[in-house]
């Protein structure tokens, strides 16, 4: 590695209104390194990216590319610095082509002055391919998945030549295979000199692909150092102060009855055969790798699919559900793995969000008692602590743990009993994942019974009861909390 760091903040300090943001904080990355960034929500890790990219102007300190010090305005002069970020909510034109957003304010042009579509595209090509992005470069980025849409906005940072780029939670919305693409193209930025910041959640993923980590904790530098000296306990540690054994440190409780029996249920070739039950107070666990059915058993259940054959039982009585607002009315809550596109109304309040699928038990003659609609937002708000300044606050406002709470309080208000838990923590910071993990503890202590779906197999194990571990569509073991194993739970997800 380089003595010389391609990027070195010293002492950098931002201020907002109330709020001291950063607080002299310094970070250095060097050429051919990726250099990971953790901390909570609200640590300061947005606001170093925003500063880096010209998005916001520093107070204090001085930011240096290759030792010489530079003032970045706006994210325009960020990128002829060859400095470039891949955000959550990407920064692509939706409305426009792969290639065109490639080529973006750079289109090459024939001798008579027209744009030569055939190199956009064929190079645009060849950078996909390079990188294993399976995708004609011609197709809009409305026509591409979320996930792909990610892959692409990846790729257009390597046919920039980026020098250094920012990863914001890059695995969120990816599959285990997309993630193995994107750590391919780490490697080929690192061994390009290229220099990496990367940020997630995800603490398994920076001892994978990172080198270096830096720590911060309310706006301060806590410590950086090299990966291999650290572990995930000690990162958790220096974040939040707590060990990782504690993260899942939740009361299991006496079951009580039997709340959801699925017996042989059958959807094509996508599920065969499930059968498994849930008990008030139980909290049951799928897994199973990229592909085995974990979701599609739960959208099966829910009425978001239809079947071809099987049984739903709810507290003994024979169902069949066959769109989602029956599942809502017979007690079920689904919090969807894409919260954002399908579980909030990201536009509206959280006072609207709150309400959105019981408006009918708090309207009279067809018109809402607001008095009734507030008071319920206030005490969910209240109950399930959600960080916020008002029950107006817009939920796309919201931290990804807050968005949490607010879908959880929505099917408290419809007085559900069995709670669906999809991916629940994906991009959610350590603290508040053990939010979250309480927030399951009191739903169980109060009598509901909660499925927990999770590909992070501690997770699952830590706060599971039961796991039933599925394998190509069908249901492999049903395991008991007591002969929980990473190794036969993932030999069992493989079929063996």
Request: with cysteine.
């Amino acid at each position: 590695m380089e003595t010389r760091p391609f990027l070195e903040m010293k002492g950098i300090s931002k201020q907002f209104p109330g709020v001291k943001a950063l607080n002299k904080v310094d970070l250095a990355v060097y050429p051919g390194e990726v250099h990971a960034l953790v901390g909570e929500n609200g640590a300061g890790k947005s606001t170093i990216i925003k500063i880096i990219m010209g998005v916001y102007q520093r107070d204090e300190g001085t930011i240096s590319l290759n030792g010489e010090e530079i003032h970045v305005t706006n994210v325009i002069e960020a990128d002829k610095l060859g400095l470039a970020a891949v955000y959550q909510d990407l920064t692509l034109a939706p409305d426009l082509s792969i290639g065109e957003n490639f080529f973006m304010g750079q289109f090459p042009r024939k001798k008579n002055g027209m744009i030569d579509w055939n190199h956009v595209y064929e190079k645009t090509a060849d950078t996909l391919k390079a990188l294993n992005v399976d995708v004609n470069p011609r197709l809009r980025i409305t026509e591409l998945s979320p996930a792909m849409q990610e892959m692409v906005a990846i790729a257009k940072t390597v046919h920039k030549k980026s020098k250094l780029v920012i990863f914001d939670e890059p695995t969120a919305l990816l599959s285990n295979e997309e993630v193995d693409i994107l750590f391919g193209i780490i490697k080929k930025l690192k061994a390009s000199g290229v220099s990496v910041v990367y940020i997630s959640h995800r603490l398994e993923e920076i001892f994978t692909i990172c080198d270096n980590v830096t720590v911060l904790k309310d706006g301060q530098h806590v410590k950086t150092l090299p990966v291999k000296d650290t572990n995930e306990s000690q990162l958790i540690s220096f974040m939040v102060g707590r060990s990782l054994s504690d993260m899942y440190n939740i009361e299991h409780y006496p079951k009580g009855d039997e709340l959801l029996r699925v017996e042989d249920l059958n959807r094509g070739k996508i599920l065969k055969d499930i059968s498994f039950n849930v008990r008030r107070g139980e909290i049951f666990g799928l897994f199973g790798l990229v592909g085995s059915g974990r979701t599609e058993v739960v959208r099966a259940i829910y009425g978001a699919d239809a079947i071809d054959s099987g049984t739903v039982y709810l507290n003994g009585q024979k169902e069949i559900i066959k769109h989602p607002s029956q599942a809502i009315a017979l007690g079920i809550g689904l919090l969807p793995e894409d919260r954002k596109h399908q579980g909030l109304a990201l536009s509206q309040t959280i006072n609207h969000n709150i309400n959105l699928a019981s408006y009918k038990a708090i309207s009279k003659f067809n018109f809402v008692l607001g008095k009734k609609e507030r008071e319920r937002s206030t005490e969910s708000v209240k109950r399930l602590r959600v960080k916020t300044p008002s029950i107006h606050q817009l939920v796309g406002n919201l931290s990804g743990g807050n968005q949490q709470k607010v879908i959880i309080a929505k099917w408290l208000c419809c007085e559900s009993k069995l709670f669906i838990f999809d991916e629940p923590t994906v991009g959610i910071d350590v603290g508040a994942k053990q939010e979250i993990y309480k927030l399951i503890e009191e739903l169980t202590r109060e009598g509901h019974a909660v499925i927990l779906i999770s590909s992070y197999l501690p997770e699952v194990m830590g706060l599971a009861d039961r796991i039933g571990v599925l394998h190509e569509g069908s249901m492999s073991h049903i395991v008991e909390r007591e002969q929980f194993s990473e190794e036969t739970l993932l030999r069992y997800a493989s079929g063996l």
